[in-house]
């Protein structure tokens, strides 16, 4: 069985702050391809941050552009996300997905999320 856990969101962070968030697998994992940040405010759609594959090839969602910084150790099946200069539109529930290869195969996990708040 495969898990996804973000952590270091919670609590309150100031505009132009930075924050540093962090996914981490751990199961039968054989092999982890794609790794992405989404996230959502409620009532709206879900929304790419930032993705990585296994040989540190990056994209990003062009609100986050610049400010953002998307980086994994394969061996510690690990991803981050450094936030700089935060924004009060920055503030949703971050969660990561990755697409995990165990012995049944291919698919893609989710984590639970994490809140990021931005916030005077």
């Known amino acids: 069985q495969v898990q996804l856990v973000e952590s270091g969101g919670g609590g309150l962070v100031q505009p132009g702050g930075s924050l540093r968030l962090s996914c981490v697998a751990s199961?039968?994992?054989?092999?982890?391809?794609?790794m992405r940040w989404y996230r959502q405010v409620v009532g709206r759609e879900r929304e790419l941050v930032a993705e990585?594959?296994?040989?540190?090839?990056?994209n990003y969602g062009d609100s986050v552009k610049g400010r953002f910084a998307v980086s994994r150790d394969n061996a510690k099946n690990t991803m981050w996300l450094q936030m700089s200069d935060l924004r009060p539109e920055d503030t949703a529930v971050y969660s990561c997905?990755?697409?995990?290869?165990?012995?049944?195969?291919?698919?893609?996990?989710w984590g639970q999320g994490t809140q990021v708040t931005v916030f005077k």
């Open positions: 997905d990755a697409a995990i290869l165990t012995s049944d195969g291919l698919r893609t996990y």
């Open positions: 199961g039968s994992i054989v092999d982890i391809h794609t």
């Open positions: 990585i594959d296994k040989f540190n090839k990056v």
